[in-house]
């Protein structure tokens, strides 16, 4: 079932008294349960990608059907409201909260907002929540700023689950753990999928990542996907210079398990 259909989305940045395309007629569809792995260089225009998709930052032109519905019509209340079916994890999604607020706070928050359980049981939910994502119950009552960067990610990724979404946007989710710490993050999410059927747009510079996750893998280019298709072919037999180019730099993915392998 088509979960995401976006069709030819637009975004420029005026910068400097100059236009900068960033999205440049980007389709793309992702069905319920599935990982799309977006990879590209730098500027590309991955993240965003992935802050358009979230309505962080309006498109220019194009559409979103999410759910069934007009993604980028809703507004006010409404949007509000469907947001709880499409969240976020980015880099370092906890660096933009308060450093004061406290683990529980920050999990706490989307159960409240988007009114998930009744407030008396908030408190079993987001240590259920901390159980699920491998973290104690008791790291509820730490300040976010005393957990190590893995234990924020995984926090973050609480916080995202807890209001239940249909997808998960994840940008450069895993991209500032040493490689041990995250491939146990990159286990969690998986685990987390085949329990949830919850969908991932999974944004990355690096391939090996989204070798480890993927079922499709889409790969942009100065703003347009030049190239997507089951993720062992991308990696297997990339077409694209953008594409070569990223196989290119990560000789390990030679032998990768094929996610759609039964
Ligand atoms: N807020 C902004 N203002 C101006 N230009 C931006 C802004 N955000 C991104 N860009 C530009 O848009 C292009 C795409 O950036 P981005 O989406 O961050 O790519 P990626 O995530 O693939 O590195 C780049 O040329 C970048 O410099
Ligand atoms: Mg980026």
Redesign the pocket.
Known sequence: MTLLDVKNLDKR???GGRT?T?LDGVSLTLSAGETLGLA????????????VLTRL?PADAGTVRFGGEDWLALSGGELRRRRSRMQMVFQDVLGAFNPRATVGSVIEDPLRIHDIVPKAERGREVAALLDRVGLPAAYAARSIRDVSGGQRQRIAIARAIASRPAMIVL??AVSALDVSLREKVLELLVALQEERGIAYLF?S?DLAVLAAVSHRIAI?DA?RIVESGPAVEVIGNPQSSAARALVGAVPRLIGQEDRNAV
């Open positions: 940045y005026a910068s900068v960033a590209g260089a730098s500027g590309s225009g991955k993240s965003t990608l992935a802050r930052v940008d450069e944004v510079h942009m703003g």
